[in-house]
């Protein structure tokens, strides 16, 4: 089994960056593929980019071009860098393991799933 922790969220003015990580442990994390949800209050949870164990990535419309997944499969770690923040990045942000090599949007197909990360954007 996989066990996530993510990192890095705080409060940020419109324009700003941050990085989240998500730590993996207990399991052998290459074979994960692994993806970023957020979730704003009172809306569902969205995709918003998703990683193949070989570094394969995509994104929802939303963050394409300003939002960049990577992994660090020796430091079993998984980032989001988000430039560009919009008041409307505004959630909470889940780091997610799939046991499966291939990457997908859908929350449904994911396993394991981190306790979440705030990250507020100011405008």
């Known amino acids: 089994q996989l066990q996530l922790v993510e990192s890095g969220g705080g409060l940020v003015q419109a324009g700003g960056s941050l990085r989240l990580s998500c730590a993996a442990s207990r399991g052998t994390f290459r074979r994960y593929a692994m993806g970023w949800f957020r979730q704003a209050p009172g809306k569902e949870r969205e995709f918003v980019a998703t990683i193949t164990w070989s570094s394969t990535t995509s994104y929802a419309e939303s963050v394409e071009g300003r939002f960049t997944i990577s992994r660090d499969n020796a430091k079993n770690t998984v980032y989001l860098q988000m430039n560009s923040l919009k008041p409307e990045d505004t959630a909470v942000y889940y780091c997610?393991?799939?046991?499966?090599?291939?990457?997908?949007?859908?929350?449904?197909?994911?396993?394991?799933w981190g306790q979440g990360t705030q990250v507020t954007v100011s405008s």
């Open positions: 997610a393991g799939r046991a499966n090599i291939n990457k997908s949007s859908l929350s449904r197909e994911y396993d394991y």
